[in-house]
């Protein structure tokens, strides 16, 4: 994640090594320190790869169609989900979380997705205690750590916690992937970016929200720019590129509408975000039956 309190930019969508984001961006976020905890994370960087234009055709085709006017009735979609802490050591210093900021963490996750087809139900949470796995930004590393840790199917949502370094706050995998890549599929985020944890504006929980949004298929508000087909969703308007902090008022496309600041699927403050489109639940839904069987 990143975004700019020192400056955020790769906050969400930030896929390393073999995961595919959809939708990219450009710069490094940058972790407090244990020394200065409340120093706010820069949204700067992410390492996204995007699919390419042949696999975001695929995936169109795919659901051509399917998109409905209204999504299945919110809440009626149960996903389980699998918390995996990766720490260094106890306390939550070595990113060995406690079960409060977790439960914290789903209830953020069930108000985010409220008007959406999408319940979250935690199932379990482990601990594993690895210095490699905890600073594992992707690579050999995450496949290592998933193999080793992850549980359930296409329709089981996988967390890992860790202090993945590089500038970065979390990523995801993307429904179209898991045939390919099941071992691979789930999302990972910096552990204080939960709530309360250190890695503020973007430490209320909301990081977590904007990558299973990734994982239930969308891409992010900025996708394409001002261009015709976007993030391929009709009711979140154009924007030429990634909204930092709350800007009210930000208009970056000539095309109707100001940029969708608070949407989930872009970049700015936790404290700014608080939407989902109506279409975007349509197409998330959509993409989680063709590929997810939920």
Known sequence: MSRNGVLKSGKFAVVLGAVLALGGCTSAEQQPTEEQPTQQVAKSGCATVDLTEAEKATVEQAISGRVRSQARAAGSVNINVYWHVINNGTGIANGDIPQTQIDASISVLNNAYRSTPFKFTLVSVDRTTDSQWYTCSGGACESK????????????????????????????????????????????????????GTAAPYNEGDTLTHEVGHWVGLYHTFQGGCTASGDYVNDTPAEASPAYGCPSGRDTCTTAGLDPITNFMDYTDDSCMNTFSAGQADRADALVIQYRGL
Not at 156 to 176: I, R
């Open 145 to 196: 750590m998933k193999s080793a840790l992850r549980k359930g199917g296409a329709g089981d949502l996988n967390v890992y916690s860790n202090n993945m370094g590089q500038g970065l706050l979390g990523w995801a995998t993307f429904p179209s992937s898991y045939a390919s890549k099941p071992a691979n599929d789930g999302v990972v985020i910096l552990y204080s970016s939960v709530p309360g």
